[in-house]
C-alpha cells in the first residue's frame, strides 16, 4: 500500500513539475519581450538628427557639438531647424468662435451660446443649424427637452428649467414625471 501511495505521489510531482519547464516561453511572453526590446532600441529624434548632421554628441548632458564648433542641447538643435508651423493647442472652436461671430456670450463650462435675442443653445448645435449640419446622435434632446418642446414651453439649456406659456416653470424632468 506505502509503495503505490509513494509511487503516484512521484507521479504527481513529476506530472506537476514537468509545466514549471523555464526553456519554454509562451507566444504572449515572446510578444511581450519583443514590445519591450522595441520600446528600449526607439530611436531620439533629436540624437539622430544630430548624428545626421555628423554632429557629436554628449551622451550624459545631451550637448550636439556641430563641426563647426557650435554646441547646442539636441532638443534645442532639432526644434530650432524643426518649427512647428501651426500651434497645437489654442487653435480656436469653430462653434464657440461662430458664437462669438454672432455676438453671443458662450459659458464655457456649459457649452450653451446665450444670443442677444435671448435664445440660448448649445453652441454646437447653433453652429450646425445655421449652417447646414446634420444633427448627430450625440447631443441629441432628452425625452424631457423634448416633453417641454411639445407643450409650446421654453427651455434654458444651463438650468433645464421649462417655462410653459402659462408662465409657469419647472425643472424639465419634474414636468415630464408629473405629467406622465
Not at 523555464?22 to 530611436?43: G, H, I, R, Y
Amino acid at each position: 500500500m506505502i509503495k503505490i501511495t509513494f509511487l503516484s505521489l512521484i507521479f504527481t510531482a513529476t506530472f506537476a513539475l514537468t509545466g514549471c519547464n523555464p526553456s519554454e516561453q509562451t507566444a504572449s511572453s515572446n510578444a511581450d519581450k519583443q514590445a519591450m526590446t522595441e520600446a528600449v532600441d526607439m530611436d531620439n529624434q533629436a540624437t539622430n538628427y544630430c548624428k545626421s548632421l555628423q554632429g557629436k554628441l554628449a551622451l550624459d548632458t545631451g550637448v550636439c557639438t556641430l563641426p563647426s564648433g557650435e554646441a547646442l542641447d539636441q532638443w534645442a538643435l532639432f526644434r530650432r531647424d524643426h518649427k512647428q508651423t501651426k500651434p497645437a493647442i489654442g487653435m480656436a472652436n469653430p462653434a464657440a468662435k461662430y458664437c462669438v461671430s454672432l455676438q453671443g456670450k458662450l459659458a464655457l463650462d456649459t457649452g450653451v451660446c446665450t444670443l442677444p435675442s435671448g435664445e440660448a443653445l448649445d453652441q454646437w448645435e447653433l453652429f450646425k443649424r445655421d449652417n447646414n449640419k446634420a444633427t448627430t446622435a450625440i447631443g441629441m434632446a432628452s425625452p424631457a427637452a423634448k416633453y417641454c418642446e411639445s407643450l409650446q414651453g421654453k427651455l434654458t439649456l444651463d438650468t433645464g428649467v421649462c417655462t410653459l406659456p402659462s408662465g409657469e416653470a419647472l425643472d424639465q424632468w419634474e414636468l415630464l414625471r408629473r405629467d406622465h
